[in-house]
Nanobody, 121 residues
Framework: QVQLVESGGGLVQAGGSLRLSCVAS????????MGWFRQAPGKEREFVAA?????YYADSVKGRFTISRDNAKNTLYLQMNNLKPEDTAVYYC?????????????????WGQGTPVTVPS
């Protein structure tokens, strides 16, 4: 069992920045594929970014968001710059233990509880 706890969400003006963190339990964090997803009200959960050696990003966040991890701290990060109102959502981190596509949320095995990000228009 892997427990994931996100933090760092909040209210930020357009053009501002936030850094989300996700702390994972377990002794093999470095072997997990880790991803960030988001879900806006009334919309489906969508892929944001993932790390499995390589880095993967949704087109909508490329050049603005950066995913990183500190395996010594069992922590995943999402640095979000130049935030836009359309980035408003609950952001979730997730762990994928098997070698499956990073883009499909149904492939992930464990999820955090989410942290809300609001960017007023």
């Amino acid at each position: 069992q892997v427990q994931l706890v996100e933090s760092g969400g909040g209210l930020v003006q357009a053009g501002g920045s936030l850094r989300l963190s996700c702390v994972a339990s377990g002794r093999t964090f470095s072997s997990y594929t880790m991803g960030w997803f988001r879900q806006a009200p009334g919309k489906e959960r969508e892929f944001v970014a993932a790390t499995r050696g390589n880095l993967y990003y949704a087109d909508s966040v490329k050049g603005r968001f950066t995913i990183s991890r500190d395996n010594a701290k069992n922590t995943l990060y999402l640095q979000m710059n130049n935030l836009k109102p359309e980035d408003t959502a609950v952001y979730y981190c997730a762990a994928l233990l098997a070698y499956r596509s990073v883009y499909n949320p149904t492939n992930y095995d464990f999820w955090g509880q989410g942290t809300p990000v609001t960017v007023p228009s």
